[in-house]
């Protein structure tokens, strides 16, 4: 076990669990062909890059100067350690007493945190009870109470006692892009976990279309009952990368998306 070592640029596998228009048609810019030409540059690139790495292979030389700077082959491999052993409502549970485990906790308890089912007070409760450390349930149970109130569910787009309109599909989902350990102990672990999020309300009339986010949450967990629980939690804008200039899909599009495509339980 290692968990001594702060652990920077952390990449997640990703494992799957299961099998007018506000969104509108117009583009942000009508560069196609400037694209088109792009991706085929990309790709030449790409593949003369592979060439290079492929004939350079054998050659038995030492690094060259500068190659400490690099990321190491172990800092995007997956491991072949089975990530976590059961899940508890619904959530992945059962971490490994390490660093990569408390990586993987902090990346599913994100998503936990960051989905539709937060907007559900029975829901919420149970995901509180399966991801907070135990002495921390109650007082967090209270905090979120007093957030989700029916000005809050107004303002994304759903109905005051936070029931989604008729009509209409409403998107929370939180997916996590990578993880980073900060400070670690056997007892302790501080985890930032970079994401992507989705909000809002799919529907051709919708007030509150669903948008695209950027954040970092930053969890303190500790290691209690055998795996990895959160005692504190907090989130602060980006990294954002720049937009592209992809046309925004319809309501129904972006309804039938999230209808159709499943999430992920999100492993080291």
Same mark, same amino acid.
């Given at each position: 076990m290692s968990l001594g070592d702060d652990r920077e640029g952390q990449t997640r596998t990703r494992l799957p669990e299961t099998g007018g228009d506000v969104y509108g048609g117009a583009r942000r810019g009508g560069r196609s062909s400037s694209r088109s030409m792009i991706t085929v540059v990309g790709v030449v690139v790409l593949l003369v890059a592979a060439i290079a790495f492929a004939n350079r292979g054998g050659s038995g030389s030492g690094s060259a100067a500068g190659d400490e700077d690099k990321p190491k082959a172990?800092?995007?491999?997956?491991?072949?350690?089975?990530? @976590?052993?059961?899940k508890s409502a619904g959530i992945p549970a059962g971490y490994a007493h390490d660093?990569?485990?408390?990586? &993987?906790?902090?990346? !599913?308890?994100?998503?936990?945190?960051g989905s539709a089912d937060m907007f559900d007070k029975v829901k919420r409760d149970d995901i509180l009870r399966t991801i907070i450390t135990p002495s921390r349930v109650s007082e967090f149970e209270t905090t979120l109470d007093q957030a989700y109130t029916?000005?809050?569910?107004? !303002? @994304?787009?759903? !109905?005051?006692? #936070?029931?989604?309109?008729?009509?209409?599909?409403?998107?929370?989902r939180t997916s996590p892009v #990578?993880?980073?350990?900060?400070?670690?102990?056997?007892?302790? &672990?501080?985890?930032?976990?970079?994401?992507?999020?989705?909000? #809002?309300l799919a529907g051709e009339k919708s007030t509150s279309p669903v948008t695209n986010s950027w954040f970092t949450i930053t969890m303190q967990l500790e290691w209690t009952g055998g795996d990895w629980k959160i005692v504190t939690?907090?989130?602060?804008?980006?990294?954002?990368?720049?937009?592209?200039?992809?046309?925004?899909?319809?309501a129904d599009e972006m309804a039938k998306a999230v209808q159709e495509f499943g999430g992920f339980t999100y492993a080291r």
């Open positions: 172990s800092s995007t491999a997956a491991t072949g350690t089975r990530p @976590v052993k059961g660093e990569q485990g408390a990586q &993987s906790a902090a990346a !599913n308890y994100a998503i936990a945190l029916p000005a809050f569910y107004k !303002n @994304v787009g759903l !109905n005051e006692d #936070g029931s989604t309109p008729t009509g209409y599909t409403f998107v929370s #990578g993880t980073k350990v900060v400070a670690a102990s056997t007892t302790s &672990s501080t985890v930032e976990v970079w994401c992507s999020g989705l909000l #809002g939690h907090s989130q602060k804008d980006g990294p954002t990368p720049v937009p592209g200039d992809e046309r925004a899909s319809s």
